[in-house]
Structure formats: structure tokens, C-alpha cells
Nanobody, 121 residues
Framework: QVQLVESGGGLVQPGGSLRLSCAAS????????MRWYRQAPGKERELVAT????????NYVDSVKGRFTIFRDNAKNTVYLQMNTLKAEDTAVYYC??????????????WGQGTQVTVSS
């Protein structure tokens, strides 16, 4: 059974930090590019950060560059999003996404259930 289970969301003051985790199971983690998306109320889902299958290459939306870091532990089948210097505009539900780029499962995608991040004083 495929699962992506996110954790680590919550309420934090502006300027604070949170670390989101996404634990994967039921598929070959190293075959998948991992991404974090977010969706704020009334807005479309937005791609926040991407990690290559090895974790050597990462990409970020401009609004989080220098503040957020995506990294993965392939031994633990887990991807993380370290969020520092949080702003009110970072408030959203954050979703973990797995996207297969291996020939064995190319195009297969999975989503987590989402975790709420609220930045407010």
C-alpha cells in the first residue's frame, strides 16, 4: 500500500522555523523525484521545492529561496522541508508529492494528505 505521510506542520510566529517530514512507503523511493507543494486559501496549488532522486539537485520557487531547504534521506524513505524565517504569506497546506522518473514506473505520481502551516503572531 502506497503512503506518503506528512508531519511537522503547526502554528509558528513570523520569523520562526518548522521542519516538515514526508515518510514514504509502498514504492521504491529512489525511483521518485520528490516535491513539496503548498496551497493557500483561495489560491492554486504552488510548487515550492523539488529534490532529484539522489538529492544532489534541488530547486525552489523564488519566494522561498534562501529560507527553505528540501532534503531527503533515502535510507529512511523520507523527504524533509526545512522552513526558516517564516512569513505570514507562507501560511498554507503543504503537500508532499512523489513523481517517478525511472523507466520502471515513469509518470506514476503520489500525493500526501497535506499538513497545515500557519504563520501568525
Amino acid at each position: 500500500q502506497v503512503q506518503l505521510v506528512e508531519s511537522g506542520g503547526g502554528l509558528v510566529q513570523p520569523g520562526g522555523s518548522l521542519r516538515l517530514s514526508c515518510a514514504a512507503s509502498g514504492f521504491t523511493f529512489t525511483h521518485y523525484v520528490m516535491r513539496w507543494y503548498r496551497q493557500a486559501p483561495g489560491k492554486e496549488r504552488e510548487l515550492v521545492a523539488t529534490s532529484s532522486r539522489t538529492g544532489d539537485t534541488t530547486n525552489y520557487v523564488d519566494s522561498v529561496k534562501g529560507r527553505f531547504t528540501i532534503f531527503r534521506d533515502n535510507a529512511k524513505n523520507t523527504v524533509y522541508l526545512q522552513m526558516n524565517t517564516l512569513k505570514a504569506e507562507d501560511t498554507a497546506v503543504y503537500y508532499c508529492n512523489a513523481d517517478c522518473t525511472s523507466l520502471s514506473c515513469f509518470g506514476r505520481k503520489y500525493w500526501g494528505q497535506g499538513t497545515q502551516v500557519t504563520v501568525s503572531s
